[in-house]
């Protein structure tokens, strides 16, 4: 699960978690209709509809972004604009014939129109956690806000530390093999990408292969990535109270248990 959700969840559930590994990043960027004049979120007029896949997850992210960077209050059912609900492979759509002004989706949901065109990404191309950088104040040459993180329930986890270090052990050994083979991995198996056609699949290879690959190198955590990596909970306290991201007050932090390779 997201970074982001985890306290949210604990404060909601009283189930208590152990975070023990990394996945993948925050990739889901704000795109616009090719020719629009949005830049960013700030360029949208206020009060119009955008298309996203969930109240939290990316949303999440985008609430902070949002008040960090342009002082805007970003969320479903209030704030500064309309946030309409759908899957991701249906908002670009629903953007393109003008159901919504701008839409947050992951990248493989759009990947057609952004390899025509018809489609571009905002904030000058950059996804969730290469964003992040710019107002978060991190700058230890390490992505962060994860998409999804390796998490399990504490009793679960206390009891079973042998078989957590093996399991990212065996993630670890994909994550490798994928580092090294990712043209051929996304030719072989281009649905995992959501993408058919070979136009489609050789933009997917492409955009996979730079700065833009939204899996870590590592699924190992040390203190120093993880003590980075909760500061965007600070970023959470200062929400609209009718927030579904924000934190409650008495939120407490998750535990974030490093293990050695």
Same mark, same amino acid.
């Given at each position: 699960?997201?970074? #982001?959700?985890?306290?949210?969840?604990?404060?909601?559930?009283?189930?208590?978690?152990?975070?023990?590994?990394?996945?993948?990043?925050?990739?889901?960027?704000?795109?616009?209709?090719?020719?629009?004049?949005?830049?960013?979120?700030?360029?949208?007029?206020?009060?119009?509809?955008?298309?996203?896949?969930? =109240?939290?997850?990316?949303?999440?992210?985008?609430?902070?972004?949002?008040?960090?960077?342009?002082?805007?209050?970003?969320?479903?059912?209030?704030?500064?604009?309309?946030?309409?609900?759908?899957?991701?492979?249906?908002? =670009?759509?629903?953007?393109?014939?003008?159901?919504?002004?701008?839409?947050?989706?992951?990248?493989?949901?759009?990947?057609?129109?952004?390899?025509?065109?018809?489609?571009?990404?905002?904030?000058?191309? #950059?996804?969730?956690?290469?964003?992040?950088?710019?107002?978060?104040?991190?700058?230890?040459? #390490?992505?962060?806000?994860?998409?999804?993180?390796?998490?399990?329930?504490?009793?679960?986890? +206390?009891?079973?530390?042998?078989?957590?270090?093996?399991?990212?052990?065996?993630?670890?050994?994909?994550?490798?093999?994928?580092?090294?083979?990712?043209?051929?991995?996304?030719?072989?198996?281009?649905?995992?990408?959501?993408?058919?056609?070979?136009?489609?699949?050789?933009?997917?290879?492409?955009?996979?292969?730079?700065?833009?690959?939204?899996?870590?190198?590592?699924?190992?955590? +040390?203190?120093?990535?993880? +003590?980075?990596?909760?500061?965007?909970?600070?970023?959470?306290?200062?929400?609209?109270?009718?927030?579904?991201?924000?934190?409650?007050?008495?939120?407490?932090? =998750?535990?974030? +248990? =490093?293990?050695?390779?």
């Amino acid at each position: 699960m997201g970074t #982001q959700e985890i306290p949210v969840l604990e404060s909601e559930t009283s189930i208590r978690t152990v975070t023990f590994g990394k996945y993948n990043f925050q990739r889901s960027p704000m795109m616009k209709r090719a020719g629009d004049p949005y830049e960013t979120l700030a360029d949208v007029p206020l009060g119009s509809n955008i298309c996203v896949s969930s =109240p939290v997850s990316n949303t999440g992210f985008w609430t902070v972004a949002a008040n960090e960077l342009h002082g805007l209050d970003y969320r479903v059912g209030g704030g500064d604009f309309n946030l309409i609900v759908n899957d991701h492979f249906v908002n =670009p759509v629903n953007m393109l014939r003008g159901d919504c002004e701008v839409a947050v989706v992951i990248p493989e949901a759009a990947a057609p129109y952004l390899r025509t065109g018809e489609i571009e990404l905002m904030y000058d191309g #950059q996804m969730p956690f290469q964003l992040y950088r710019t107002f978060s104040g991190i700058d230890d040459g #390490q992505n962060h806000v994860m998409s999804n993180l390796f998490t399990a329930t504490e009793s679960w986890y +206390d009891g079973h530390p042998a078989e957590a270090a093996a399991f990212l052990q065996l993630w670890q050994t994909g994550i490798d093999l994928w580092v090294q083979n990712k043209a051929e991995i996304v030719g072989s198996y281009p649905q995992h990408f959501a993408v058919e056609s070979d136009e489609d699949i050789a933009w997917m290879i492409d955009f996979m292969a730079g700065p833009n690959d939204w899996f870590v190198d590592s699924v190992y955590m +040390d203190q120093d990535w993880i +003590d980075a990596e909760v500061l965007i909970y600070d970023l959470m306290t200062g929400l609209n109270p009718d927030n579904p991201n924000v934190l409650p007050a008495d939120w407490a932090m =998750p535990r974030f +248990d =490093p293990i050695t390779p």
